[in-house]
C-alpha cells in the first residue's frame, strides 16, 4: 500500500504562481511513476503532469511551459510548481502513483488539493 498526502493549494490571482507538494508513504518502493491530476467542476479528471521513477516526464499541452513537476527521492516527495496560472486552472488537483504490481497495475491516489485561479 503507498499512502499520498498533497498540500499547498489555495487561491491564486491570474498569472500567480502555486507549488503543490505530495508526500508518499509506505510501499514507495513500489511506485513505478507519480503524477498530477485535476479535476474541475462538471468535468472529467485529466492528468496533468506525470515523472517516471527514470525520471521521465509527461505534460498535458495546457500546462506545457507553465508548470513542471519534479522529485525529491531523499524526501519521497513530488512537486508540481505552477506558475503563469489561468482561471481555468481552478480545479481539485490529486496526486497519483502508479505501481504496475506483482499481481497486476495499481493506482493509488491522494485525497486532493483544491487550487482557485481568481481575482
Known amino acids: 500500500q503507498v499512502q499520498l498526502v498533497e498540500s499547498g493549494g489555495g487561491l491564486v490571482q491570474p498569472g500567480g504562481s502555486l507549488r503543490l507538494s505530495c508526500a508518499a508513504s509506505?510501499?514507495?518502493?513500489?511506485?513505478?511513476?507519480m503524477g498530477w491530476y485535476r479535476q474541475a467542476p462538471g468535468k472529467q479528471r485529466e492528468l496533468v503532469a506525470a515523472?517516471?521513477?527514470?525520471?521521465?516526464?509527461n505534460y498535458a499541452d495546457s500546462v506545457k511551459g507553465r508548470f513542471t513537476i519534479s522529485r525529491d527521492n531523499a524526501k519521497n516527495t513530488v512537486y508540481l510548481q505552477m506558475n503563469s496560472l489561468k482561471p481555468e486552472d481552478t480545479a481539485v488537483y490529486y496526486c497519483?502513483?502508479?505501481?504496475?504490481?506483482?499481481?497486476?497495475?495499481?493506482?493509488?491516489w491522494g485525497k486532493g488539493t483544491l487550487v482557485t485561479v481568481s481575482s
Open positions: 515523472i517516471t521513477s527514470g525520471g521521465s516526464t
Open positions: 497519483n502513483a502508479f505501481s504496475r504490481g506483482v499481481a497486476g497495475p495499481v493506482d493509488y
Open positions: 509506505g510501499s514507495i518502493f513500489s511506485i513505478n511513476a
